[in-house]
């Protein structure tokens, strides 16, 4: 048990170890292990959906697929079959297989969302799969086909981010002024909402912060949103956040801040099944850190500080592995010098950190 160890204990037995980098040279949105283990699958900004294997000395990218037309930015996977999800920009959803190394178009809706699907999330017995666009739409669909069951319009800003209860019953959305709304998935009926507000701000007719990540605990109990309070617009700068809320009161009962305000966005939240959190800061270039926090301590137990603009997280299924998506080291937008004649844009390193094995475990 976790609570029985010591800060230095848990940094010991979990603080992340390098194992292995898939260098990209487009930029990524999100890399997730496959429910084997055995390979990743990831998209971006390039609108390339990509395969690697991972069981060898360097992951190696397998396959591409280039049915998408814009940014790939939702991503979820089938819990047990060989089948990713995937939405652009242009508001194209669709289903890829990924078996024997190859990505096979299964099903594709060209107008799933009036515009950009912000997010993508399925459900533990792979039921229902819903998503949410700047179209300020929530929208059920059968994972098998494509097929729409049901939408809802919610009042309010752009819809960033969903996710599902463990239950797979309920989820929640959240948009870019911070308000969280919990749904169920029959007919899509309300449940209520959460007050994440303090994670907006309008600076100079600018909006600033949002939602940038969900997630339930997995003993259903809280709710996680995490994001920025804003501290101004243009280059923003902002402590990152995360507020967790109590699911039967829909009240906040705790506030995390997990960096200075360079940092800016906590981009992305997961919990490990023993029963900590891992979580992704980015904000300026070059910032950004991967903490490693076990509720009701002060601070993080690990921190870890050498990944630059960490975006995404995937836990592989043993719980012994990460992926991390982060940007390349000394990006800074269009500050970048030319190089040859040419303009060096961002790319990604998908980092593949393993944590010590047990006997490595202080005593």
Known sequence: MIADLTPEQLKARYEPKPAKVAAIQRQLHAAQFT?????????????????WDITAEEPVEVATSDSHQGWVQGLALHPTEQLAYTADSFGRLQCLGYADDKLELKWQMDDAHDGWIRSLAINKDASTLVSVGRDKTVRNWNPADGTLRSTRSVEGADLYQCAFHPDGKRFASGDAHGSVKLWS???LAALGECDASELFSVVRLQDVGGVHTLLFSLDGKQLYVGGTRPKNGGNVQGEPLLLVFDLETKQLVETIE?????????QHIQEHVDGFLIA???????????HLLRRGDKE??????????????????????????????????????????????NHSRVQLLAFPQPEADSE
């Open 35 to 51: 429910p084997p283990g055995t390979r990743l699958i990831g998209g971006g900004y390039d609108s390339l959906v990509r395969l």
């Open 185 to 187: 998935v029959d007919q």
């Open 258 to 266: 997990l960096g200075p305000a360079s940092d800016v966005y906590v």
């Open 280 to 290: 992704a800061t980015s904000g300026n270039p070059n910032q950004g850190k991967l």
């Open 300 to 345: 993080p137990f690990s921190t870890t500080t050498n990944l630059s603009n960490c975006h995404h997280i995937s836990i592989h299924s043993s719980g012994d592995r990460l992926a991390i998506t982060t940007t390349s080291p000394g990006s800074n937008g269009n500050g970048r010098p030319l190089k040859d004649g040419n303009y060096v844009g």
